[in-house]
Nanobody
């Protein structure tokens, strides 16, 4: 059974920080691209960041560039999303995801990802 489990969401005041974690089990992430996505009520799921194990490159949505950082711990088969300077518009359910691909370029299109976590709520409000 392939599983991704994310954690670390919560309620944060504007300008605050959170660190989301995603643990993989049943498979190794060595040959997978990984990504973080978010979905607000009534909105479509959008890509936040992605990371390619093959070339080590990362991509970020313009709305989070300079504030969010994607990283990983290879020994623990876990990856993270560090979020700083959070804004109310960052409020959403955040999902981690993985896709098996030989491509050297990561993608932030959710339709291409086959494995998903259950989601964790991030609420930014005063």
């Amino acid at each position: 059974q392939l599983q991704l489990v994310e954690s670390g969401g919560g309620l944060v005041q504007p300008g605050g920080s959170l660190r989301l974690s995603c643990s993989a089990s049943g498979f190794t992430l060595d040959y997978y691209q990984i990504g973080w996505f978010r979905q607000a009520p009534g909105k479509e799921r959008e890509g936040v960041s992605c990371f390619s194990r093959r070339d080590g490159r990362t991509l970020y949505a313009e709305s989070v560039k300079g504030r969010f950082t994607i990283s990983r711990d290879n020994a623990k088969n876990t990856f993270f999303l560090e979020m700083m300077s959070l804004k109310p518009e960052d409020t959403a359910v955040y999902y981690c995801a993985a896709r098996l691909t030989l491509s050297s370029t990561c993608s932030m299109e959710p339709q291409l990802y086959a494995y998903w976590g259950q989601g964790t709520q991030v609420t930014v409000s005063s």
